[in-house]
């Protein structure tokens, strides 16, 4: 199991490693500790050695006599198998006992040396002798090889180091048993949602969890009451969409059995004209029901297209003219230069086509539709306007609700044309508002954030169709 994909091994980590490294630095410290302990012993050692012999140092008989006593050198015996050296000289040099080349150390301290090939630590005493004349005061100088010294550096650094390898293994082990308990609300977070026995999205509760952790269990609820929402929403969407497409599929085969049935030639006609206009209903309803399936968020890749509302509205004009010329509809655009925003240049221009679709369905014959483009603010404004029946106010925000229609209207439609447009806008990051025409029909004002204001200059109506 690699380190970064365990979050248990992570935090042991985070913990153990940093006490591995100070321990480490304690080692170190524990063995400078060690060898200074090692020194002073050894020096008082010495020290205490240097003095014996001093001491027994005296004038016998008008002569210097130096004897060596046994406890000054047995003291060194610590199983270490280490060799003494000593040597006594009066105050002019003059050697009493001892080893002559045995080097001589300061007497403010003891040194390290280097004698017949061993090393040494020795110490010099200085000691007056009463009786002795010039020859005192006289200096002992004790040396020792460092087996015994070099083992008391051993054992008290192996001891140190004993004793932090136990403290990072216990704390190693209350580490794992503290994570062990503090991510028991997490294993049980992930029993619950992966337990056979949830089959729904309702909200998942732990018992006990952290209040670090408690912010994950709310964010996975709320991720769960989106879910369960969408599913709903397309749930209604699916029943809605086979309600609408079964009325005209019903209606289509009953067309296409009395065509079948009919032989005079006009009645015959006439049901293969009312066929056609039902498919062309039924493409269209296919149509916006993959256009409002598109339109929902998450259903496509964001797109951030740099998008002129103007050029759009007047190719979506242009394609709808030869309808208004049919019914005699004056459609006119009113715009006043480029209106660039950014967005899913595609859905822009199926919003415009269904706001276009709507007013020209809408509105009656000799009627006229204007649509107005404009850059206000920060903003790109899209107004279209019609000389239909309107839209009551107490229904005005029911109509953006898919497959709302109002009762009594007279043109046949889906219902979604308008549920495809706040979708899009809102998408874009816009709003979009009904309000009354002047007169009668209605008003629908599309704001939508623009991609880089500038100047633009001063346009004029420009009729599409007459």
């Known amino acids: 199991m690699k380190i970064s994909s365990s979050l248990r091994l992570q935090l042991l980590a985070w913990v ?37 012999i001093a001491e027994r140092v005296a004038m016998a008989e008008g002569v210097l006599d130096a004897t060596i006593p046994p406890a000054a050198i047995e003291m060194f015996d610590t199983g270490d198998r280490d060799s003494v050296y000593y040597r006594v000289e009066t105050a002019n040099g003059r050697l009493l006992t001892g080893y002559p080349d045995l080097p001589q150390a300061p007497q403010s301290g003891s040194i390290e040396a280097s004698y017949r090939d061993r090393r040494l630590r020795l110490t010099t005493l200085s000691h ?11 200096r002992v100088t004790v040396g020792v090889t460092l087996a015994g010294h070099d083992a008391m550096v051993q054992r008290l650094w192996f001891s140190a180091f ?10 190693g082990l209350f580490v794992l048993l503290g994570l062990r308990r503090g991510l028991a609300p997490l294993m049980r977070l992930r029993d619950t949602v992966r337990s056979p026995d949830r089959t729904d999205l309702d ?40 309600h609408q497409l079964r009325t005209p599929l019903a209606l289509m085969s009953t067309q296409a059995s009395y065509v079948l049935r009919e032989s005079a030639a006009d009645r015959r006609e006439e049901a293969l004209v009312a066929l ?10 296919a149509e916006q029901l993959l256009t409002l399936s598109r339109a929902e968020p998450g259903s496509r890749r964001p797109r951030a297209d740099r998008i002129d509302l103007t050029e759009a509205a007047r190719e979506v004009l242009e394609t709808h003219a030869p309808k208004a010329v049919e019914r005699n509809i004056d459609l006119g655009l009113e715009e006043a230069g480029p209106v660039p925003v950014i967005g899913d240049g595609t859905m822009l221009r199926e919003m415009i086509v269904n706001l276009v679709d709507n007013a020209l369905r809408y509105t009656p014959a000799g009627g006229t539709v204007t649509v107005k483009l404009a850059a206000i603010g920060r903003e790109g404004v899209m107004t279209v306007t019609d000389t239909g029946p309107g839209i009551p106010a107490e229904e ?21 044309g308008l549920a495809i447009v706040r979708e899009v806008v809102e998408n874009a990051g816009g709003s ?20 880089a204001p500038q100047d633009r200059p001063t346009g004029a109506v420009r009729p599409l169709a007459r």
């Open 396 to 416: 005005r925000e029911q109509v953006f609700e898919r497959f709302y229609r109002i009762a009594g209207a007279a043109e046949e439609g889906s219902g979604l």
């Open 16 to 52: 153990v490693l940093p006490l591995a490294a100070l321990v480490t630095v304690n080692l170190w410290t524990s063995q400078r500790n060690a060898l200074a302990t090692a020194d002073l012993v050894t020096d008082r050692m010495l020290v205490g050695s240097a003095r014996a």
């Open 276 to 285: 056609q206009a039902g498919s062309g209903r039924l493409a269209r309803l």
């Open 432 to 451: 979009v508002a009904l309000g009354e025409a002047a007169g009668t029909g209605l008003r629908v004002e599309v704001r939508l954030p623009l991609a």
């Open 128 to 138: 007056a002798v009463i009786g002795a004349g010039t020859d005192s005061p006289i």
């Open 203 to 242: 909200p998942v509760e732990v018992p006990g969890a952290q209040s670090e952790i408690r912010p994950l269990i709310d964010a996975l609820n709320a991720y769960m009451e989106r879910v369960r929402a969408q599913m709903a929403a397309q749930r209604r969407f699916i029943a809605n969409a086979a």
């Open 162 to 171: 004993a004793q932090q390898l136990a403290l990072v293994a216990i704390a």
